[in-house]
């Protein structure tokens, strides 16, 4: 699959908007249907929607649908399908039966990615997406909706970092997405004009194992795609992981750079070289 770095979403009534995103170094656009849309604009909006799919494309498009329960997901679909999006994200998913329920009434070769935290319920079906289908192609999680949906008044310490309901959302997601093995995608980060905190947090989401991450505004696609890039020294580390193990075939553990090395960080290493796409899967 094409590497999802960094995903943009555009609101789907924003018809100028997407022309502007297409022109991006987004690995991805979501164009949006749901909480950016009003009811009113619904229609109009797939239409616009429906007319981007239908233009040449240079990134994967995602559509993001209305709920399996809204009463609007049908329409949805019906106007965006036949364009052919490469991919449906999923809003309110509540686990491997919401994938299920979404898939059968799928055409064409569209992939699935859920945001897997914007319900209580769905915070107890976050193991069961392993082996549901084939367009599972990653996980991902908000940290909006919850709040409201139980009535926190914040989901944010005064610092600005997730309070523990939310942190817990978002372990989940990640071993959710990496017990179903697909990517693990960062949730937005809403203040798009500290491209600091951005860098910061995303490299955070890096390092827990997250590979890419949505963005809500053009200047957070850079930021994004350098985060969850590997760098010229990560891959030159991981090469020469690699080709340590490879000199040693008999060897389960090594010593490296003063330190030990064994199977989890050969795993590590390849991983890390088939991202940078400097070794194949
Ligand atoms: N996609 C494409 N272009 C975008 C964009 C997006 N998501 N967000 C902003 N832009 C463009 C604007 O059109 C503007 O272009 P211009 O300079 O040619 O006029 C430029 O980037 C600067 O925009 P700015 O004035 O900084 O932002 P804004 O105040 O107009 O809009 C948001 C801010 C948050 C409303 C807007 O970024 C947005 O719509 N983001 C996506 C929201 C969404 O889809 N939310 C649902 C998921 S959380
Ligand atoms: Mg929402």
């Given amino acids: 699959m094409t590497r999802l770095r960094s995903l943009l979403f555009v609101p789907g009534d924003r018809p100028e908007r997407m022309a502007k995103a297409a022109l991006l170094e987004a690995d991805a656009l979501i164009l949006d249907l749901e909480d950016s849309v009003t009811p009113a604009a619904k229609s109009a909006a797939r239409a616009a929607i429906a007319g981007f799919l239908a233009e040449p494309r240079r990134q994967m498009l995602f559509v993001r649908v209305n709920p399996l329960d809204s009463g609007l997901l049908d329409d949805d679909l019906a106007a965006v399908l036949p364009a052919r999006p490469d991919g449906i994200v999923l809003p309110k998913a509540e686990g491997g039966a919401s994938v299920a329920a979404l898939a059968a009434r799928l ?73 179903a093995g697909v990517p693990a995608i960062e949730t937005v980060y809403p203040d798009f004009r500290d491209t600091e905190g951005l860098a910061a947090y995303a490299a955070r989401g890096r390092r827990d194992g997250f590979t890419g991450m949505m963005a809500i505004h053009p200047t957070q696609v850079p930021v994004i795609n350098a985060a969850f890039s590997p760098s010229e020294a990560e891959i030159a580390n991981a090469r020469a992981i690699v080709d340590l193990f490879a000199a040693n075939p008999g060897a389960g553990a090594l010593s490296f750079d003063g330190n030990m090395i064994d199977a989890p960080h050969l795993k590590a290493a390849q991983a890390l070289l088939v991202r940078a796409g400097s070794l194949s899967a």
Avoid at 107 to 133: C, H, N, Q, R
Avoid at 169 to 175: D, P
């Fill in 107 to 179: 055409s064409g070769p569209a992939l699935i990615l859920p945001i897997a935290t914007e319900t209580p319920a769905a915070i107890f079906s976050m193991g069961s997406y392993v082996g549901v289908s084939e367009r599972l192609c990653g996980l991902t999680w908000g940290a909006e909706d919850l709040p409201a949906a139980i009535g926190a008044s914040s989901s944010r310490e005064a610092d600005g970092s997730y309070t523990a309901p939310y942190q817990l959302a978002r372990s989940l997601t990640l071993f959710g997405a990496h017990a």
